[in-house]
């Protein structure tokens, strides 16, 4: 069955395969990015495909684009868009946390807010969170993007509770360290505001950590399988190895010392 699907942070990456791989099936995909330039690109990479994307723009910090997107009536609503700032929680500006969470997770809590209401009058729905494998364990030095991915995982276990009654379903998305340009912006960030000298917390070399990034393709089609679907599991991991280490960080936690 064919689905209505709006999809946030379609511009590159995930959200950019899931919303052309989903409107190639058929299904009438609205795919959002945050400016004017990102969505004539997005355009154009759906001509390209031979693909129908209506593409709207939304900056998750933009009142009025929330409003203008928050007008939209999808069965399935997929929260993907987000941002990844670094640095130690003691030397990252409040400016950037501020951020962090206001794009993370409050715009798409406005979002909830105007689409949901419309889900649970008619009884039926979905919610599709991207959250991280960072909502799970907690990566240092990236403590301010895990603690927003860690807020989503509690919103979105409370609204699957809550919505439950009224037919409407909540997912979650977890993604772990795949090649998309996302984790090395992310690594990137803190350059903006760092100064070596006045640092409390000196940052790391990162470059490590971004070798042999996994192809984002697995977790497409993860996202491609189980957004239209009508029954699948509650979370849904990739790559497969990373279910494993996040079920042995929640481990250590109940058993390390402090």
């Avoid at 700032?85 to 950037?96: C, K, L």
């Avoid at 977790?219 to 699948?232: Q, S, Y």
Wanted: aromatic share 8%; hydrophobic share 45%.
């Amino acid at each position: 069955m064919f689905k209505k699907i709006l999809i946030t942070g379609a511009s590159s990456g995930f959200g950019c395969g899931a919303a052309i791989e989903l409107a190639r099936l058929g299904h009438a995909v609205v795919a959002t990015a945050e400016t004017w330039p990102q969505v004539r690109s997005l355009r154009a990479d759906a001509a390209e495909a031979g693909v129908k994307l209506d593409v709207i723009k939304l900056n998750l910090l933009d009142e009025l684009d929330i409003a203008h997107a928050g007008s939209f009536d999808p069965d399935v609503l997929v929260l993907n868009a987000g941002v990844m700032e670094g640095g130690s929680i003691v030397d990252i500006p409040m400016q950037r946390v501020r951020e962090s969470f206001d794009i993370n997770v409050f715009g798409h809590l406005q979002l909830v807010q105007a689409i949901v209401p419309k889900m649970v009058a008619r009884k039926s729905g979905k919610i599709v969170w991207t959250s991280s494998m960072g909502g799970i364990l907690v990566v240092p030095f990236l403590g301010v993007y895990c603690a927003t991915k860690h807020a989503i995982e509690a919103i979105a276990g409370s609204m699957k509770a809550e919505l439950a009654p009224y037919g409407v379903k909540v997912a979650t998305v977890n993604p772990g360290v795949f090649g998309t340009g996302f984790n090395d912006t992310g690594a990137e960030s803190y350059v903006q505001w760092y100064n070596a000298d006045s640092a409390v917390v000196p940052m790391p070399d990162f470059g490590d950590s971004l070798v042999g990034q996994a192809d984002p393709k697995e977790m497409i089609d993860a996202m491609v399988e189980i957004i239209p679907a009508e029954e699948h599991l509650y979370r849904t991991m990739r790559p497969h190895a990373t279910i494993e280490a996040a079920k042995r960080w929640q481990e250590t936690e109940w058993t390390q010392n402090a």
